[in-house]
């Protein structure tokens, strides 16, 4: 993309109504616009992003054997009605009347509506196990949204839903799942902890929601510090091993880890003291496994083995898709702007053009955008007459990983500068070698 043809509209000034950092850079990068309160228009980059973790999500999820699908954002309040949450819900449900004067409502969560079509549809056991998901927007009419995407009223959650015939098969996927989040995580450059929570208004009893650490984390956390040594990393995992899966889920969760809804001081006292932390994160997931909660409520059941009538086992998990880019940024950022990871970057690198308008300089920008563009990378090339100070600011703010630095006086010893935006530093190389460093990084072949 060339910035001279893109819509990137970055702020000088920073905006007073953000009060923590991830939400001053997304709109100073021109990733977001408020439409109203917590709810928010996509700009293109921002737009960009949003689609890389989505991907990742989805490339996870289907990795583990769950199946994506797509449910509507508006649902009948009978479902609910049903399944008793219509009442329950509260203030948080944005509830709509239709013009035939029918109770719609915007959804908060699927299970009502995922069960419902999982009783339209199954009716053995032996079409189990299955585990549906989707990613599409929400709407929880939150007291107090705040903080950007990270409580906006609408938001974007990929959600899914186990369905098992006994409880042993729904813990697996339970387990699964906490597997494929750690993966998701890790390739978003974060590391997000599993903490024992409360089931609130989803569920049950046994939950573990992700938190990923931060001063501006809304959530009140207590975790044994060994915790933060534990990294998933590239391992194999056979998604239907049970022994494999639940190895994870005993590595990960065995130290003490859990959010304030949960937490025993008690227990947390029999950590070593240097090793108690009581800090704060920010929540990026859940899972949560609750029995024949909905399938009792809405008689979801299957035939069993034994021909009988047996309520299905079912699990919730949900990955907050939007909240993410706060999270990240606010795990990932200097004083200057965005430090994002290469996994969700919105370009893989900037070229930085010191003089536009100069024949040699705009050949070699041009040679090297192309050169990037054809294996398969998307680099955005600042072809504005702005000056070098400016180019620079507006690099470092949307926090591209890599750049290019491309300017006569190198040029003439056939040299540009490759910049990492994490640690500052800079490299003189043929372009040629530039692009091929980039390449690597990206694990792409020249
Ligand atoms: C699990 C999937 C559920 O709703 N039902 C379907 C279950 N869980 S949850 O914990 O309530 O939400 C899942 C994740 O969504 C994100 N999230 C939000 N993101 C932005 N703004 C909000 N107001 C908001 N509310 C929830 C969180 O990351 C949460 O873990």
Redesign the pocket.
């Known amino acids: 993309m060339r910035l001279s043809r893109y819509f990137l509209p970055v702020l000088k000034e920073t905006p007073s109504e953000a009060q923590i950092v991830s939400h001053r850079y997304m709109l100073r990068a021109g990733m977001i616009k408020q439409a109203s309160a917590g709810i928010y228009s996509w700009l293109p980059l921002g737009y960009k992003v949003l689609k890389r973790i989505e991907q990742i999500v989805h490339d996870e999820q289907v990795r583990a054997g769950h199946i994506p699908m797509l449910m509507p954002t508006l649902q009948s309040a009978d479902l609910w009605r049903e399944s008793g949450r219509y009442d329950d819900y509260g203030q948080e449900m944005l509830r709509i009347k239709d013009r035939h004067d029918r109770d719609m409502l915007y959804g908060p969560?699927?299970?009502e509506l995922i069960t419902d079509i999982f009783r339209s549809h199954v009716s053995s056991y032996k079409d189990l196990p299955l585990t549906l998901y989707h990613i599409q927007w929400k709407f929880?009419d939150?007291i107090r949204?705040r903080f950007g995407?990270?409580?906006?009223?609408e938001?974007l959650?990929k959600?899914?839903y186990n369905f098992d015939l006994t409880k042993e098969d729904a813990l697996h996927a339970y387990n699964r799942h906490l597997v494929s989040y750690l993966r998701s995580y890790e390739r978003m450059g974060l590391q997000a902890i599993p903490m024992r929570a409360d089931g609130?208004p989803?569920g049950g009893d046994y939950t573990h929601?992700f938190l990923v650490l931060a001063e501006t984390g809304e959530s009140e956390v207590f975790y044994d510090s060994e915790i933060t040594d534990l990294k998933f990393g590239d391992r194999a995992i056979d998604y239907d091993s049970v022994e494999q899966c639940q190895a994870v889920l005993e590595e990960f969760t065995s130290r003490y880890a859990r959010t304030d809804e949960t937490h025993d001081e008690a227990l947390f006292n029999l950590i070593p003291e240097a090793r108690r932390r009581n800090a704060r994160g920010i929540?990026?997931?859940?899972i949560?496994y609750f029995g024949t909660k909905y399938s009792d409520a809405m008689n979801a059941t299957v035939q069993g083995p034994d021909g009988k009538a047996t309520p299905v086992h079912m699990g919730?998990?949900?990955?907050?898709v939007?909240?993410l880019l706060g999270a990240i940024i606010e795990a990932s950022h200097d004083d200057r702007g965005i430090i994002w990871p290469e996994g969700v970057t919105p370009f893989h690198c900037g070229i930085v053009n010191l003089k536009t308008g100069d024949a040699e300089a705009d050949a070699a920008c041009e040679a090297i955008y192309a050169a990037l563009t054809a294996l398969g990378l998307e680099p955005l090339y600042d072809d504005t007459d702005e000056r070098a100070g400016g180019k620079f600011a507006t690099m470092d703010l949307i926090g591209l990983p890599w750049r290019i630095t491309v300017g006569p006086r190198g040029l003439k010893n056939g040299i540009v500068e490759l910049t990492s935006r994490r640690t500052g530093e800079s490299v003189e190389l043929p372009p040629e070698q530039a692009i091929e460093r980039i390449a690597q990084i990206y694990g792409k072949a020249v």
């Not at 995407?149 to 009223?153: A, K, L, Q, Y």
């Not at 929540?283 to 859940?286: L, R, T």
């Open positions: 969560t699927n299970e929880r939150e949204p995407v990270m409580r906006g009223r938001f959650m959600d899914g609130g989803i929601e929540e990026v997931g859940q949560f919730s998990h949900g990955i907050g939007s909240r």
